[in-house]
């Protein structure tokens, strides 16, 4: 059995003011949250002051990025070294964000997965195609080459420690989830795909959906058989509905 998973995408927003008082809300109602991995990615800098405030509760700390190299003369990079000393256990890597208006290719995704692993830290990998490339009808090409960019550096056995997070670019930020069906049909593709490399990993892989999930759909969308929870952005900064999304994970796990 796959444990579910449901990490907070907080991107670039919150203050330590407004941090601290979404942290209060998700820690007065983890308690009923079982068997699910909660994670909450806040902006690197809060990083330590989140560490410090869901101390020695159930609930990870991920970063939302980071740099494919490992220290030295790289302005404006963090290391997954740094990541792990202030206490990560996630890092989301190939964001489309990232991917689409930073640029960031295939190839530079795939090296900071490597760099994450090196440094003990779970990537969260997230893959998925634009809207015209849905229309087009090439979506699963799309993430298969997303997919195999980080298998080919990596080998597949890397995917034994990390997560993948299907997230259709059309789908993030503007209300326009995939239909339960939609995501499951990728989902499943994404979990073929590594089958045919490693059937035993393919098996034991958390495939998170991400994109307008909210306290209303995140249920619908958990029961598929290949979803195994999701990466929230827009509904992971209001405490209650987060907590209905990981209630929604208990519920299907
Ligand atoms: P959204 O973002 O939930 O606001 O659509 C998801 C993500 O970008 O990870």
Known sequence: MRRPMVAGNWKMNGSRESITALLAEIKAGIGAVTGTDVVVCPPYVYLPEVRRQVDSMPIGLGA??????????FTGEVSGAM????????????????????????ALTARKFAA????????????????????????????????DAVIELEG??????????YEPVWAIGTGRTATPEQAQEVHAF???????????VAAGLRILYGGSVNGGNAKDLFGRADIDGGLIGGASLKGGEFLTICNAAVQAG
């Open 116 to 147: 994450a692993r090196r440094h003990g830290l779970i990537p969260i990998l997230c893959v998925g195609e634009l809207l015209e490339e849905r229309e087009q009808g090439v979506t699963e090409q799309v993430v298969a080459r997303q997919l």
């Open 190 to 200: 994404i979990r073929a795909r590594v089958a045919e490399r490693n059937a035993d």
């Open 156 to 165: 597949v056995e890397a995917l034994a420690q990390a997560v993948v997070a």
């Open 83 to 106: 990541l792990k000393d202030v206490g990560c256990t996630y890092v989301i890597v190939g964001h489309s964000e990232r991917r689409n208006i930073y640029g960031e290719d295939d």
């Open 64 to 73: 939302q990025d980071v740099s494919d190299q490992d220290s030295g003369a």
